[in-house]
């Protein structure tokens, strides 16, 4: 199994450490065609819109459109939420996205948070992010705050978080996306 770390801009290394640590070989994707043999894909945090160009300039942006339409397996995190749930982006995962939901006071910060069927709480980084106001079937919450916002959802193959996994240690999420999305397919 391989998979594959979209590397063109963002927090590429901690994701590759992370996908290793759970024990599957992980690749940065830096071209189309390192876009082929690949099991599942991270989309990065980072700038959304940087990402988005920098995936137009790289010619990259449609052949992973597709992907995603077809239903290969791709987790987001950060401006990669951004870039799954926006219908006229990647269009992975029917929701509302808020960019930079937090606001200025709140720009960084960290709490505990209470996943969807886990027992323990997940320690969540949250860097200039952004929130789903809403999610529509067949996309699920699996993180929602005390004001309604969620900061994790997913749908069929496609995962997203708000907020940054790699930069934990703790290595749930990708195991999450690992075994669910990737050797599940879906759930
Ligand atoms: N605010 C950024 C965006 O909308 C995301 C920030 C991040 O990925 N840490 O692209």
């Known amino acids: 199994m391989v998979i594959g770390v979209l590397a063109l801009q963002g927090a590429v290394s901690e994701h590759l450490k992370m996908v290793t640590a759970?024990?599957?070989?992980?690749r940065p994707v830096k071209t189309e065609a390192d876009l082929k043999n690949l099991d599942g894909l991270i989309i990065p945090?980072?700038?959304s819109t940087?990402?988005?160009k920098l995936l137009v300039r790289e010619q990259m942006f449609e052949p992973l459109k597709t992907l995603v339409q077809q239903g290969f397996p791709v987790f987001g995190t950060c401006a990669g939420l951004v870039l799954l749930a926006q219908p006229d982006l990647l269009n992975g995962l029917n929701g509302t996205v808020v960019r930079n939901g937090f606001g200025r006071q709140r720009e960084s910060f960290e709490t505990e948070l209470t996943v969807k069927g886990w027992s323990k709480p997940y320690h969540g980084v949250f860097i200039r992010a952004p929130y789903l106001s809403a999610v529509q079937k067949p996309a699920e919450a699996l993180v929602t705050l005390d004001n309604g916002r969620i900061v994790a959802a997913q749908q069929d193959h496609v995962l997203v978080t708000a907020f940054h996994p790699e930069l934990t240690g703790d290595e749930r999420f990708?195991?999450?996306f690992i075994e669910k999305m990737v050797v599940g397919e879906g759930k």
């Open 174 to 176: 990708h195991r999450y």
């Open 45 to 47: 945090g980072g700038e």
């Open 50 to 52: 940087t990402i988005r």
């Open 22 to 26: 759970c024990g599957v070989t992980a």
